[in-house]
């Protein structure tokens, strides 16, 4: 089992940066690929980025190329988000997600292929 933990969040002003932390507990992630996905009010849940078990490859969806950043700390466990330059449009709930199905040192970026997910946490963009 999986437990996954993002934090971070809060209300920022456009403009504005924040870090997103994914923590994993109950069994390493180090060896899986991991992801971002993110759903505003009213909308379903999009990919964001995704990153392959080294970090050595990582996707962005298009829309968030340019100002979205994913890394990962395999000796923390954890899995962040960085996002610089925020808009308003960028609301919503951030969730991070797990795939231990397959250790091929891909990434993927349909939420079929993830197995375990956190909770997520509120982003709020507003002056």
């Known amino acids: 089992q999986v437990q996954l933990e993002e934090s971070g969040g809060g209300l920022v002003e456009p403009g504005g940066s924040l870090r997103l932390s994914c923590a994993a507990s109950?069994?390493?992630?180090?060896?899986?690929?991991m992801g971002w996905f993110r759903q505003a009010p009213g909308k379903e849940r999009e990919i964001v980025a995704a990153i392959n078990w080294s970090g050595g490859k990582t996707y962005y969806a298009d829309s968030m190329e340019g100002r979205f950043y994913i890394t990962r700390d395999n000796a923390k466990n954890t899995v962040y988000l960085q996002i610089n330059t925020l808009r308003r449009d960028d609301t919503a709930v951030y969730y991070c997600a797990a795939n231990t199905n397959d250790n091929t040192g891909n990434y993927y970026y349909k939420e079929s292929d993830y197995n375990y997910w956190g909770h997520g946490t509120q982003v709020t963009i507003s002056s």
């Open positions: 109950g069994r390493t992630v180090n060896s899986h690929a």
